[in-house]
C-alpha cells in the first residue's frame, strides 16, 4: 500500500512537471516582454475597442476570446462583433439574438463558417444570453472577390442596399502599407494590384461597422483574423483615420517551437501576442 501511495505521488508530480515545462501558450506584449493573463484584461478593460486577432483553426486563441469576453462583462458594457459573419446577414444574426429563429434556421439562412459551431457560436450565444448586441462586420465576401478581379471601380455599379454592407465609397486606400505591399509581392506580379484592394475592402468595412455600432463608454470586442490588425495596420488603421483618439488594444497570435522565448520578428505585431505551439491541434 505504501508503494502504491509513492507511486501515485510521483505520477501526479510527474504530470504536475510535464504541465509546468510543456505550457499550451505564453502571452507577451509588444515589446516580447512576458505579461499575465490579468494584465492583458486589465489593459482590454480600459480600452474603446479591442481588436481580438486569432488564427481561426486555433483552439487556443478561440478559448482566450471566449474568457475574456466574459471577464470583460463584468468590468464593462460590452458590443461584440466578428469578421466571421457578414454584413448582409445581420438581420439573421438578430432575429436569432432575439430568439425569433432557431439555430436550425439560422445556419441555413446565414453563411455561417465551417468551425462556426465549435469556435463562434459560443461567443454569439453568450451575447444573445446577457443581452448584448453583435455586430456582423465583414463585407459579404462576394464583392471582395469582385474588387480582386476588377479593383474599387466594380463597386459603382452596386445598389444603395449592396453599398450599405459596406464602408462608404469611395475606400480610402493606402497601398504604401507594409501589409498591403507584402501581399501585392506574393502574388508576384500576377493580379497583384487587386489584391490588396480585395483586403483593404474587408478592413474598411470591418472597422466602419465597427465606429458604426460604438456606443459611449462602452467597449467594443471584434474578433478577427490577425492579418486584419497585425503590425497597427489593416482594421487599426481604418479606425485611427476615422478617430485618431480611439484607445484600441491589438491581440495578435503566432506559432513558434519554443512558447518560452520570444523571437524577435514578432516584436510590435500587437499590444498582446499569444504565442504557442505549431503542434497545438486544430479546429478545422
Given at each position: ?44 478593460a ?7 486577432g ?51 434556421t ?13 469556435d ?32 474599387f ?41 487587386n ?44 479606425l ?15 506559432e ?29
Open positions: 500500500m505504501q508503494k502504491l501511495i509513492v507511486f501515485l505521488l510521483f505520477v501526479s508530480f510527474s504530470i504536475f512537471m510535464f504541465s509546468q515545462n510543456k505550457p499550451a501558450y505564453k502571452l507577451y506584449n509588444a515589446k516580447g516582454t512576458k505579461v499575465s493573463y490579468k494584465s492583458m484584461i486589465k489593459k482590454m480600459k480600452a474603446d475597442v479591442v481588436l481580438f486569432e488564427h481561426h483553426s486555433n483552439p487556443i486563441v478561440h478559448w482566450l476570446q471566449y474568457e475574456a469576453t466574459v471577464e470583460l462583462k463584468n468590468l464593462r458594457e460590452l458590443v461584440l462583433g466578428a469578421e466571421m459573419i457578414e454584413a448582409d446577414n445581420q438581420s439573421q444574426l438578430n432575429d436569432y439574438l432575439a430568439d425569433k429563429i432557431d439555430q436550425k439560422f445556419d441555413s439562412q446565414a453563411r455561417l463558417w465551417k468551425n462556426y459551431s465549435t463562434y457560436k459560443p461567443l454569439v450565444d453568450f451575447a444573445k444570453n446577457n443581452n448584448l448586441k453583435f455586430i456582423a462586420t465583414n463585407v459579404p465576401r462576394r464583392y471582395a472577390s469582385e474588387v480582386f478581379k476588377e479593383g471601380e466594380v463597386l459603382n455599379k452596386l445598389s444603395d442596399e449592396e453599398k450599405s454592407w459596406m464602408a462608404p465609397l469611395p475606400i480610402n486606400y493606402d497601398a504604401t502599407l507594409a501589409g498591403y505591399v507584402k501581399m501585392k509581392a506574393m502574388m508576384g506580379g500576377h493580379g497583384g494590384d489584391l490588396p484592394k480585395a483586403q483593404a475592402i474587408k478592413d474598411a468595412t470591418m472597422a466602419y461597422f465597427i465606429l458604426k455600432n460604438s456606443q459611449k463608454n462602452n467597449l467594443f470586442i471584434h474578433y478577427n483574423g490577425s492579418f486584419h490588425s497585425d503590425n497597427y495596420e489593416g482594421i487599426n488603421w481604418y485611427k483615420q476615422a478617430n485618431n483618439k480611439l484607445n484600441i488594444v491589438t491581440i495578435s497570435i503566432v513558434q517551437d519554443n512558447v518560452k522565448k520570444f523571437e524577435k520578428e514578432n516584436k510590435s505585431k500587437a499590444d498582446f501576442i499569444i504565442v504557442v505551439s505549431p503542434t497545438m491541434t486544430k479546429t478545422y
